[in-house]
């Protein structure tokens, strides 16, 4: 299987501080990411925006949160397949302008 998106070389790591599983019961679920505003700034990404987030084992579309009570460096996830505590994940705002590479399907 194919990444969902290559990563570009540019991309800064990020450790996972929180992982948030939720219920069926919960009103807010699905995969979110949060991160501090000065991250965001960074990479140029707006609270509410569709970003990718690549772990060690797989790559997911999430949904960005800006949260200033987490320190730089850091990222909590919710409801995000692949990647536990304490391990490095890279947030890719996705270019969605590029076209699709040859032989790729999406």
Same mark, same amino acid.
């Given at each position: 299987m194919s990444p969902l998106y290559r990563r570009p070389q540019s991309a800064r790591p990020m450790r996972v501080a929180q992982f948030v599983a939720t219920r069926i019961s919960d009103a &807010? %679920? *699905?995969p979110q990411v949060r991160i501090? !505003? &000065?991250? !965001? +700034?960074? =990479?140029? @990404? $707006?609270?509410?925006?569709? $970003?990718?987030?690549?772990?060690? %084992? =797989? +790559? +997911?579309? !999430?949904?960005l949160q800006i949260d200033d009570s987490l320190p730089r460096g850091d990222v909590a996830v919710r409801d995000v397949a692949g990647v536990a505590p304490s391990e490095i994940v890279?947030?890719?705002?996705?270019? @969605?302008? !590029?076209?699709?590479?040859? *032989? =790729?399907l999406a």
């Open positions: &807010e %679920r *699905g501090n !505003a &000065e991250e !965001a +700034q960074k =990479r140029m @990404l $707006v609270d509410g925006e569709l $970003v990718i987030i690549e772990g060690p %084992r =797989r +790559q +997911q579309l !999430a949904t890279y947030i890719i705002k996705p270019d @969605l302008d !590029a076209p699709p590479e040859i *032989g =790729r």
